[in-house]
């Protein structure tokens, strides 16, 4: 081991050292995770019945569950290089801020224009529908980091980019929106009037501002509905956590240049991808007993998929039109407060995680919103980056873990994602200035509502 001095306030990687196959943690684990069922007969759901909706490449990853690697393809990598290998940063500032003796380590992937780790997933989608040979991709998004990254993919490679934007999104966020459009993305504002289920839906709920789940229904029908179109998704889905697995690789090899072993590792959980790929290559060696390092999930308090989710079968989105997914959620029908971490509002959990979490592998532990933009301001008065809200979840559990080490003396080692920047998120910086945010928190009755919504099985 060297010395602290020695270590870099920010660790590269060269071009040479850049990973250049995707990491399937699925391969390492003794239970796989639940396959996706089809909705209708409760049967696992084959190639064929999903290449309708999804590229074929995708679904080939999708379900494979065995293979080790899959090289990244050419195209992908030389797009990578544009904004890749990300710095993983030694937040001495941070540390000395806190007086703690343990060292933190965060991996920072907002350095790209969509500002944050979506863009890994997304180039890579982009990427296999033009091999497809196809027209275009549709989508939904929340808060608009997903939409933004799939814009600049399909950009890149010249395809057409449909997104149903939540209504809620389109209206406050117009600036997430002209990016989307900059890069030539066509953006609609879901519930519309331009699919069956979004009329469905504002006929049943006039005047309604929309969801995830409701954008994600209207996204799957018009591709399905529109010849040389599929659909894509940015989290959750196996095939997302495998493509985000360069965020773990990366971070194990700045690691291992120095010798560091990190003790724990920390990520904030929407639907699990940014996680999923920071810790793979670190899960596989605790699966193999090679390590005993913690790992922990960060949920808002407002929608605590895995600290009180059910573990159980579900639909994806609110229409009901996905595949149904073994995972811990809070049911499609749950509707989570207008939290600030638009990227952490989903009701499920991706099925990866759900399994590793169920076997007792992970911990995960949910914040308040009012701590979390604690923390956010604390690190950016230190460290320099306006962090996403998103990302300050995992901000807030790696300073409350230092300052645990601080009362014990622990030297130990933490290394949390910092998956992207805050600046289209300023009007919930500014609530919190205001003194204007409120942790609102559901109670066990409104998590049985969710609950009620589950799809009976069998
Ligand atoms: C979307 C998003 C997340 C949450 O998504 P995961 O799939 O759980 O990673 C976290 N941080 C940022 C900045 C995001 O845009």
Redesign the pocket.
């Known amino acids: 081991m060297k010395k602290d001095t020695q270590i870099p306030y920010k660790i590269y990687l060269t071009e040479e050292e850049l990973p250049t196959a995707w990491y399937n943690l699925r391969s390492a684990m003794k239970t796989k995770p639940a396959p996706l069922l089809n909705p209708g007969t409760g049967a696992p759901l084959a190639f064929e019945e999903l290449r309708p909706v999804f590229c074929d490449e995708l679904i080939k990853q999708e379900l494979d569950n065995e293979t080790e690697y899959f090289p990244i393809p050419e195209e992908v990598f030389s797009f990578y290089k544009m904004y890749r290998p990300s710095p993983l940063v030694r937040a001495y500032f941070l540390e000395k801020a806190l007086g703690t003796p343990a060292e933190i380590y965060y991996k920072f ?2 350095n790209n224009t969509s ?4 863009l890994n997933s997304a180039i890579a989608q982009a990427y296999y529908a033009k091999k497809q040979g196809l027209k275009g991709v549709t989508t939904e998004t ?2 608009g ?2 939409g933004t990254a799939l814009s600049m993919a399909c950009s890149y490679f010249d395809l057409d980019c449909r997104v149903y934007m939540v209504k809620v999104s389109y209206e406050q966020k117009p600036f997430r929106r002209e990016v989307m459009r900059t890069y030539g993305a066509n953006v609609t504002p879901s519930p519309s009037e331009s699919t069956q289920i979004g009329r469905k839906i504002l006929e049943e709920y006039p005047g309604t501002t929309g969801s995830l789940g409701c954008a994600i229904s209207e996204a799957v029908e018009a591709a399905a509905s529109r010849p040389g179109y599929r659909y894509v998704l ?3 889905l196996n095939m ?1 956590l495998l493509h ?1 697995s360069i965020i773990g690789l990366e971070t194990e090899k700045a690691l291992e240049k120095y010798g560091i072993k990190p003790d724990i590792i920390i ?11 920071l810790i793979a290559p670190f899960m596989r060696d605790k699966i193999l007993g090679k390590s005993n390092v913690r790992i922990i999930a960060v949920e808002p308090a407002s929608c605590p998929s895995l600290t009180r989710g059910k573990y159980a079968y579900d639909f994806a989105d609110t229409g009901k039109v996905c595949p149904l997914a073994k995972m811990y959620t809070l049911g499609s029908g749950f509707i989570p407060s207008p939290n600030h ?4 509002r ?1 009701h499920g959990m ?1 099925s990866i995680l759900s399994e590793l979490y169920d076997e007792g592998l992970m911990e995960a532990r949910s914040v308040i919103q009012t701590d979390v933009f604690a923390a956010a301001e604390k690190f950016a008065r230190v460290e320099g980056i306006l962090p ?1 809200p ?2 300050a ?1 995992a901000i807030k559990a790696a300073i409350d873990e230092a300052e645990k080490c601080k009362e014990t003396g622990e030297k130990k080692t933490i290394v949390f ?1 910092l ?3 805050g600046y289209f998120d300023l009007v919930a910086y500014q609530r919190y200035h205001d003194n204007d945010m409120s942790d609102y928190i559901p109670t066990d009755e409104d998590l049985e509502r969710g609950f009620a919504s589950l799809p009976k099985l069998g």
Not at 115 to 118: L, M, Q, T
Not at 341 to 344: E, K, Q, T, V
């Open positions: 992937e907002g500002g944050s780790h979506k929340g808060a980091q997903w940015g989290s959750v997302v985000q990520g904030c959980a929407g639907g699990g991808s940014n996680l999923g790929g971490a638009g990227g952490l989903y991706s996403a998103e990302s979840h994602g998956t992207g920047t």
